[in-house]
């Protein structure tokens, strides 16, 4: 398994450009599963999941091209397998994304149930309830969700209520609802900016959804869709992400390509924190850090448009280096704050009560060896080692892979004494199979 190397203490500064979301790009990809004709891509980020849920398309039967590094031309006109296997599964979570539009257009899908991850339990009972609600009989058959439509092949519109605002359930549903007879509302659904990517995806295949980005979604089904071409959004936790990286490194950083609205919340929590941010245009953010020094500020993790449960780690590496106490709640996930025990050991002086994180600071970080936990986790890792005094090894970066486009490269290039350490060929990001011991670790 491959390692970064990390020699801390350098301020960040330069240019950084932000890839696609894979938060977008996943479902995305999963909707080419609704219709026959061809949908294209682009501004894929090239990470792991994307390999994975690329492989995943072409079990289930689907073509899947790619005519440019970061465009992808999905044609699933011969699908013939209608499951996603444990294999994939339990590797991504993201995979249970197949289930709607395999169910909508096929009347049929099977997908294993995702089981426990490393940040806690991932259930997927609400998209169960909400694909029943569309008049689906859903079952239990060896470890495997067995999800068929009613006799007559169609899902039938329905009001679904969300008891809890869920991301991936709401897109599930979304995609479902799609290709159903009459109209589908959700309420109370996921408000997250990749919601509304999604939406505009389908719509351009021909869907009828209206209310993407407000916690109620129409969707009026039709009775096919086609082929569209879309551009994934800018990735808004890898904007968060170097935001931090600026200021933890004290250094000034111009990051381009992004969409300052879809961070709202951690610019505003960031400037909180006395970051100077200046948004320079609609897709470019001016970092630096920071006149006044940084103050500790206290964060709740709530759904969008709230502070977002995937910048939790990496706040928590920039609270070690600001000046006070930080309570850190975390009201998304259960365990995870798996990144808190290894700060400890680099010098952070944090302790854990229930699910929040109480951290104190500053302190002098110092190199460590450490162990990634998981996608936000291993980020916050790497943050951490850019500001401690010496050398930090982190291990199984395979995580970290899953959803920062080259990482390492990046940070190299504005001025990070960082650097991968291979393992063997089968470990690096081009192996699209997953080692053994790559797995259970779930979506993030
Ligand atoms: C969640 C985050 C998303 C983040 C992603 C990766 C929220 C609301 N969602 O999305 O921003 O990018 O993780 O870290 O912040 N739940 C159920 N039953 C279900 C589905 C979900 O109880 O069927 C619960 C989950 O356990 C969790 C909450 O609802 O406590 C939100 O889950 P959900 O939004 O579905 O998770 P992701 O889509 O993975």
Request: net charge negative; glycine share 10%; aromatic share 4%.
């Amino acid at each position: 398994m491959d390692k970064f190397r990390i020699t801390g203490g350098n301020p960040l500064r330069g240019r950084v450009s932000i890839s696609g979301a894979k938060n977008s790009a996943l479902p995305c990809m999963a909707a080419a599963l609704l219709t026959s004709e061809t949908v294209t891509l682009h501004n894929i980020p090239y990470v792991r999941d994307i390999i994975t849920q690329r492989r995943l398309l072409e079990d289930i039967g689907a073509t899947v091209l790619t005519p440019e590094l970061r465009t992808h031309k999905i044609m699933a006109d011969h699908v013939e397998l209608f499951e996603a296997p444990y294999e994939l599964v339990k590797t991504m979570r993201a995979s249970v994304l197949a289930l709607g539009p395999l169910l909508a257009r096929f009347g049929r899908a099977r997908v294993s149930l995702p089981g426990g991850c490393a940040i806690g339990t991932r259930p997927i009972d609400l998209h169960l309830a909400a694909f029943q609600h569309l008049g689906a009989e859903v079952g239990l058959e060896s470890g495997d969700v067995v999800a068929r439509a009613p006799s007559g092949g169609r899902l039938r519109g329905s009001e679904v209520h969300f008891d809890k605002v869920t991301v991936t359930g709401t897109e599930n549903l979304m995609m479902a609802a799609a290709l159903a007879e009459g109209k589908t509302v959700i309420h109370n659904a996921a408000r997250e900016p990749e919601i509304a990517d999604l939406g505009e995806l389908l719509n351009k295949m021909g869907a009828r959804v209206r209310g993407c980005g407000t916690p109620t979604i129409t969707i009026d089904g039709v009775e096919s869709l086609g082929g569209a071409e879309h551009t994934i959004i800018p990735d808004r936790i890898e904007t968060g992400t170097f935001m931090v990286a600026a200021a933890i490194t004290k250094g000034e950083l111009e990051i381009k390509g992004c969409r300052p609205e879809h961070s709202a919340i951690v610019i505003a929590k960031l400037r909180e924190v006395g970051v100077e941010i200046e948004e320079v245009n609609q897709s470019t953010l001016h970092v630096r850090c920071c006149a006044q020094g940084l103050r500790a500020q206290d964060v709740v993790t709530e759904p969008h448009p709230r502070f977002p449960t995937d910048m939790q780690a990496q706040y928590m590496a920039l609270m070690t280096q600001s000046e006070g106490v930080a309570r850190i709640t975390e009201n998304i996930f259960e365990n995870r704050f798996m990144h808190a025990s290894e700060m400890q050991r680099m010098g952070a002086a944090l302790a854990i009560e229930g699910n929040t994180a109480i951290v104190e600071g500053p302190t002098q970080l110092t190199g460590a060896r450490v162990q990634a936990s998981d996608l936000r986790a291993s980020a916050s890792l790497v943050l951490a080692g850019l500001a401690a005094q010496g050398e930090t090894i982190i291990d199984r970066v395979y995580h970290i892979d899953r959803g920062y486009e080259r990482i390492e490269r990046k940070l190299r290039a504005i001025g990070a004494d960082i650097e991968r350490q291979k393992a063997s060929v089968t470990g690096s990001l081009r192996g699209a199979a997953p080692q053994a011991e790559e797995v259970a670790t779930g979506i993030n």
